[in-house]
């Protein structure tokens, strides 16, 4: 019954930008920090951003700080990542999740959330 699903991606220019959306259903979304991750072909999971329950607290990847913003909206049980100025390096499968059972910072796989979404795939090229 948990389900995340994830919409917004596409293929944009570099300097663009993107809206990431994840709709959650099946478990109490406001009693729950959320995550976006990211896959780029050929790479590893990355951490790249986090937001506690009522969205007070926000962490973001180093490479995406500046440039990317996550929110939440608890009545509609929705995230957001808006994705600015977009370079070829954010090209990734992007993943919203919840319940790490690693730290931030750590290496991971899917398999370490307690659930995540299909993905919904970024390309940044000219």
């Known amino acids: 019954q948990v389900q995340l699903v994830e919409s917004g991606g596409g293929l944009v220019q570099p300097g663009g930008s993107l809206r990431l959306s994840c709709v959650a259903s099946g478990f109490f979304f406001s009693d729950h920090w959320m995550y976006w991750v990211r896959q780029a072909p050929g790479k590893g999971l990355e951490w ?14 180093d490479s995406v700080l500046g440039r990317f913003t996550v929110s939440r909206d608890n009545t509609k049980n929705t995230l957001y990542l808006q994705m ?18 690693k730290g931030w910072g750590f290496k ?15 390309t940044v090229s000219p």
């Open 108 to 122: 991971l796989t899917l398999a370490d959330f307690g659930a995540w979404g299909q993905g919904t795939r970024v």
């Open 84 to 101: 600015n100025n977009l370079t070829s390096e954010d090209t990734a499968v992007y993943y919203c999740a919840k319940d790490p059972t």
């Open 48 to 61: 790249v951003s986090l937001i506690t329950h009522e969205g007070r607290s926000k962490v973001y990847e």
